[in-house]
């Protein structure tokens, strides 16, 4: 048995050296539909990534007066924190905001300048809000509204759902798109492949019926044409990855400034993912092959 595949992946390879540039457009045309493919799951990535990271940053903003006593300002915190929709609650007092107000602008002298001729802090202290579930924003939008206390001074509610709709709007574009594009590739690598084969089948068809005379089944007859078909996905498969990864070590740069202050690493996606992404298009792409193969065979081989 170990002999009969030897065989079989050598008349393979014989088949493809023999139609060198039939094969090599057929495992180009594999290697366009599966780059399709990436691309989507790309998209898909980058979106699912903004969008996560759009729903963690979400948060509502309480400004407390500047004359608020700390105790009342920890007892309103306690109350909120003890709300169910509530996940964290975090306390800036007017030190950290200056702080922070002097850290965020101590490249422009003249805002320094002019905080410093003020001569005192008039900052805000706030209560930073993160909900538990981002999908019932809204809900403790209202519960913060209803919130009766007098040393709230101004409330901030970030409605990120906008946003939220139109990158769905946008990602559901483009996998419209890119499905009409996938279904066009698998079609042409089906029509590549099936004329690949027949122009294999027809090269050997007296060796095809020298091995019949002599008893050979057809099953290891027609055995290489499979293989040829297993190697044209094999091929495609490890080109895509060759190709793909630079392109994403090169895309990654600009999701990070246009993405700034999110943390959407795309490569990371790719690698962490690696077997399931490409494990699961080379078994499509063989899939896609061998069937065209198996129609090619069944049409002018005549098993």
Request: charged residues 15%.
């Amino acid at each position: 048995m170990f002999l009969s595949i030897i065989r079989i992946i050598k008349f393979s390879l014989q088949d493809i050296t023999r139609n060198i540039w039939l094969s090599i457009v057929t495992i180009t045309i594999l290697t366009l539909a599966l780059l399709s493919v990436n691309l989507l799951l790309t998209v898909q990535a980058i979106s699912q990534g903004a969008i996560t990271a759009i729903k963690e940053k979400a948060n509502i903003s309480l400004y407390i007066k500047v004359d608020a006593s700390e105790e009342n300002i920890l007892n309103l915190k306690k109350q909120i924190s003890g709300m169910s929709l509530v996940k964290t609650v975090e306390y800036t007092s007017k030190q950290e905001a200056l702080n922070y107000f002097r850290d965020k602008n101590k490249n422009n002298p003249q805002v320094l300048n002019a905080l410093k001729e003020l001569g005192w802090n008039p900052l805000s202290p706030s209560l930073i809000i993160s909900p538990s579930d981002v999908d019932r924003s809204e809900e403790l939008i209202e519960d913060m509204k209803n919130i009766d206390s007098n040393i709230i001074e101004s409330r901030d509610f970030s409605n990120n759902s906008a946003l939220l709709s139109k990158i769905n709007n946008i990602t559901s574009k483009i996998n419209d798109a890119a499905m009409v594009l996938i279904a066009i590739f698998v079609l042409t690598s089906m029509l590549v492949a099936y004329n690949s084969i027949k122009v294999a089948i027809y090269i050997h068809r007296r060796e095809i019926e020298i091995m019949r005379l002599v008893g050979s089944p057809n099953s290891f007859i027609y055995m290489p044409f499979m293989m040829s078909a297993v190697i044209y996905a094999l091929c495609a498969t490890l080109l895509i990855i060759a190709l793909f990864y630079p392109f994403l070590s090169l895309l990654q740069p600009y999701l990070e400034v246009f993405f700034t202050g999110y943390n959407i690493n795309i490569v990371s996606y790719f690698v962490d993912n690696f077997l399931m992404i490409f494990g699961v298009q080379f078994l499509v792409a063989a899939f896609i092959s061998i069937l065209s193969s198996w129609l090619a065979i069944r049409r002018y081989a005549r098993v």
